[in-house]
Nanobody, 115 residues
Framework: QVQLVESGGGLVQAGGSLRLSCVASGTISTIYVWDWYRQAPGKQRLLIAS???????NYADSVKDRFTISRDNAKNTVYLQMNSLEPEDTAVYYC?????????WGQGTQVTVSS
């Protein structure tokens, strides 16, 4: 099993920045990719950023050039640096990983961007 705990969400004004953290524990040595998803009220949960064990990254168009995903292996932590935040970024942000057919999710952290 893998446990994921997010932190770092909060209320920020448009144009501001936040850094989300996701601390992983459990059997994580065989995890190949780590993701961040977000879910706005009344909308589907969407993939916004991914990072592999080789540090290959991928981003949704909506966050490209504003958000950066990174890893710290020593701390078993995945980060999401979010800059130039917009009201449209308001959502619950979830850390995710997958091994085989098993999906692992954190509890989510709320990000609210005021205009």
């Amino acid at each position: 099993q893998v446990q994921l705990v997010e932190s770092g969400g909060g209320l920020v004004q448009a144009g501001g920045s936040l850094r989300l953290s996701c601390v992983a524990s459990g059997t994580i040595s065989t995890i190949y990719v780590w993701d961040w998803y977000r879910q706005a009220p009344g909308k589907q949960r969407l993939l916004i950023a991914s990072i592999t064990v080789g540090d290959f990254t991928n981003y949704a168009d909506s966050v490209k050039d504003r958000f950066t995903i990174s890893r710290d292996n020593a701390k078993n932590t995945v980060y999401l640096q979010m800059n130039s935040l917009e009201p449209e970024d308001t959502a619950v942000y979830y850390c995710h990983s997958k091994r085989g057919i098993d999906d692992f999710w954190g509890q989510g952290t709320q990000v609210t961007v005021s205009s």
